[in-house]
């Protein structure tokens, strides 16, 4: 009897045993590790962007009363409209410019900072971040001062070289360069420092030897620079231009889309059918527009990022 219960207890400890190493195991693996750590966020963004996501789905396909399931009805009702396809348009030419010039200036203005001597380098990051890091509300309106028609600091300055005044929200060609400006000031310190990041990781070897052959400035940038960033920059382009069509608060604080939805872009033309107007499907079918236009970019950048990490 006592030598069936010590072999129960020796059985019972070398299954525990299994267990333990078996969990051991499994934690000791990377993708486990790797897991765990980041499902809270996954939790988080299952929370905050997949359910409202779906949830505005759903919202699109009833009516106005939401009441009653209408399919593709309101799309339907959107693509009948000029005012919808005028608001694509302008999303489309607001977003890629304003990326564009946000590329390029961050891109110059990162190298005249990498360039500066390491101890004065502190100083003008944090300056030249302030931008980014002001709320763009706050920020927009003392740009939205700036542009006043009455007190404009900008038409008192060109008075004194004897030019102006603009209306520079109240024409809609001035009034599309003013958010376009407000919206690269605000975003091009994000792309200066990512770029200024990728900058330091560029071996300065890469340079030496380039000299040593006789490549110029210009050289070295088009040879070097450009081919060693071209995965952070897609990658920032990108995600710049998810935030910038998307974006609401500059539009809206700046020229509430007019004049005459002149500047209207999707986020400020989904908040004026979707509240204002209180159809709420109407405006979750007019924001949904812009997910088959980001996917169309996402996938085209992301493959050309995955087939150059396949090269190296």
């Known amino acids: 009897?006592?030598?069936?219960?010590?072999?129960?207890?020796?059985?019972?400890?070398?299954?525990?045993?299994?267990?333990?190493?078996?969990?051991?195991?499994?934690?000791?693996?990377?993708?486990?590790?790797?897991?765990?750590?980041?499902?809270?966020?996954?939790?988080?963004?299952?929370?905050?962007?997949?359910?409202?996501?779906?949830?505005?789905?759903?919202?699109?396909?009833?009516?106005?009363?939401m009441q009653k399931f209408v399919g593709f009805g309101n799309f339907t009702f959107l693509f009948k409209r000029e005012t919808f396809w005028m608001v694509v348009k302008q999303s489309c030419i607001f977003a890629v410019t304003a990326v564009f010039f946000k590329a390029l200036i961050g891109f110059i203005v990162a190298h005249f900072v990498h360039n500066i001597p390491a101890k004065g380098q502190r100083k003008w990051r944090g300056m030249l971040l302030v931008p980014w890091v002001i709320p763009p509300a706050m920020s927009t309106l003392a740009w939205?001062?700036?542009?006043?028609?009455?007190?404009?600091?900008?038409?008192?300055?060109?008075?004194?070289?004897?030019?102006?005044?603009?209306?520079?929200?109240?024409?809609a060609a001035w009034a599309r360069f003013s958010v376009i400006l407000v919206n690269v000031w605000y975003g091009a310190p994000f792309f200066l420092i990512m770029y200024l990041a990728a900058l330091k990781s560029v071996p300065d070897q890469l340079y030496e030897a380039a000299a040593i052959d006789g490549a110029n400035w210009w050289q070295k940038i088009w040879f070097i620079t450009l081919p060693m960033m071209r995965n952070i920059i897609a990658i920032t382009t990108l995600f710049s231009l998810i935030v910038t069509f998307a974006n609401f608060d500059i539009v809206r604080i700046l020229t509430s889309g007019g004049p005459l939805d002149q500047t209207q872009i999707f986020a400020t033309y989904a908040f004026r059918v979707g509240i204002e107007s209180n159809d709420i499907p109407l405006g979750a079918s007019v924001s949904l527009f812009m997910v088959p236009i980001l996917a169309v970019a996402a996938i085209f950048i992301l493959r050309d990022v995955n087939k150059r990490g396949n090269e190296s």
Not at 19 to 40: D, E, I, M, Q
Not at 144 to 171: C, E, M, Q, R, V
Request: positive net charge; hydrophobic residues 50%.
């Open 144 to 171: 939205l001062w700036l542009f006043d028609p009455s007190y404009s600091a900008f038409n008192y300055t060109l008075s004194l070289f004897g030019i102006g005044p603009i209306n520079w929200l109240g024409d």
């Open 1 to 65: 009897m006592a030598d069936v219960v010590v072999q129960h207890a020796r059985a019972a400890r070398t299954t525990s045993a299994r267990k333990g190493g078996s969990l051991h195991n499994a934690l000791r693996r990377k993708s486990t590790v790797a897991f765990f750590l980041t499902l809270p966020l996954i939790l988080l963004i299952a929370l905050f962007v997949l359910y409202p996501a779906l949830f505005s789905i759903h919202l699109a396909s009833l009516n106005k009363s």
